[in-house]
């Protein structure tokens, strides 16, 4: 699958001059659709957007978080860029807040999109705590010279944050890397590091992937590692940083994730054609707002992604307690100072319930009060972090259990 991505770069080229043509034949139909009696050419210039819109992104979109209100006022939020490595940004959202607040790591998924997908976590997060996320880079971006990034160098990544934050810190994960994150408090534990957290929050995450599983993870089983290789890494064409860097590309994961829900991905597009010709121009924004970030994609470093499906897919090392770092065992049973919240989903249907509480069993050096597991009546898997019952009846109890273990 070597010459996947020269396609597919191909294709993005030859498509651009269409693009700018429904750009261009849209911006010429708007304002003949506003006179009296051209009403019917609305539905020509939102053919023309959707046209215009058919293309992915390979860069991050804007958080769009630039204030947010603490007790009786609002404060101005800015990004500043704590740590820096080629590979990923500590992302820290600074607040002009006179009282601290907790420090909360928030571990975000490496698995074709950008950590944009967790805004509306961090947002939630913001006004009581002082958030920091990991901001992973599109390897696609990161020249060879700056060598492999494999499951360690992830685990090294979460370490490294934790230990910028310092002591009194907390964690959360969300969704894949709740393995990564559980390693990396096992071996800080057993390393007796001060910047251990107080607290590890670890959502919709598959540590133990043989409980209920899902497409996700029967396809991981039906497979070899070698399958994987042959037929979904690619190497980055010449015209990128990255040049030369075997990738699991942002694009393959997207199209298998649409093809999983395709029927609501084409409702949501005919929806987004009517609001655009009807002037229905809120509801027409909501659903481009969404697009823009899920089409905004970004590819895995061939190594992390094939050590990913491996060791947590394939066989969980974690749950088997056979798991490495650096060639040392890790040991979950090693931690005793950071409180454990697990959280699921009851309709999640890429990471089923019972797969994230599987880590209760691991961290076996933890008192019974120190353990707590909420499982979210009607929600799949992104409302578990994001949407009304994140808001409202999720964050309270992540807030609780930061609370309870603060400093």
């Known amino acids: ?41 609305t539905y020509f210039g939102a053919a023309w957007e959707m046209i215009a819109r058919t293309k992915l992104t390979h860069e991050r979109p804007a958080y769009r978080i630039s204030e947010v209100a603490v007790g009786n006022r609002v404060v101005p939020v800015t990004e500043e860029a704590a740590v820096v490595t080629p590979f990923a940004t500590l992302l820290h959202f600074k607040k002009d807040v006179e009282a601290p607040r907790p420090k909360v790591l928030v571990v975000a998924p490496l698995s074709g999109h950008f950590a944009t997908l967790l805004r509306n976590t961090v947002l939630t997060l913001l006004p009581e705590h002082d958030v920091y996320l990991t901001d992973w880079h599109n390897a696609r971006d990161v020249p060879l010279t700056d060598g492999p990034f494999g499951f360690d160098e992830y685990i090294e990544h979460i370490i490294r944050f934790l230990e910028h934050l310092g002591p009194d810190n907390h964690m959360i994960a969300v969704c894949q890397p709740c393995v990564h994150a559980l390693a990396a408090v096992a071996v800080m534990a057993e390393d007796k590091n001060p910047a251990q957290p107080r607290s590890m929050t670890l959502m919709a995450g598959p540590v133990d992937t043989r409980v209920n599983p899902t497409k996700v993870n029967d396809l991981a089983r039906e497979h070899s590692i070698k399958w994987f290789e042959q037929n979904l890494v690619s190497v980055v064409p010449p015209c990128h940083k990255g040049a030369g860097r075997r990738v699991y590309p942002g694009f393959v994961q997207l199209t298998a994730f649409m093809s999983m829900n395709s029927l609501r991905h084409v409702r949501a597009h005919r929806d987004m054609f009517l609001h655009i010709a009807k002037g229905e121009v809120d509801k027409a924004e909501a659903i481009k707002t969404f697009y823009d970030e899920y089409f905004a994609v970004l590819d895995l470093a061939a190594e992390f992604y094939l050590e990913t499906v491996s060791k947590v897919f394939q066989d969980p090392l974690l749950a088997k307690g056979e798991l490495t770092y650096r060639g040392r065992l890790v040991k979950p049973a090693a931690i005793k100072r950071t409180a454990l919240l697990t959280v699921e989903g009851e309709r999640d249907d890429i990471c089923a319930p019972g797969q994230t509480l599987a880590a209760h069993e691991l961290c076996t050096g933890l008192r019974p009060y120190m353990k707590r597991h909420h499982l979210q009546a009607g929600v799949g898997h992104y409302g578990v972090f994001s949407g009304k019952r994140w808001d409202t009846q999720i964050y309270p109890i992540v807030r609780n259990m930061i609370l309870s273990m603060a400093g």
């Open 1 to 41: 699958m070597s010459g996947l991505y020269s396609a597919y770069q191909w294709q993005t080229d030859a498509l651009e001059a269409v693009r700018k043509a429904a750009d261009q034949a849209q911006a010429f139909l708007d304002p003949l659709a506003a006179l009296p009696g051209f009403g019917g050419l």
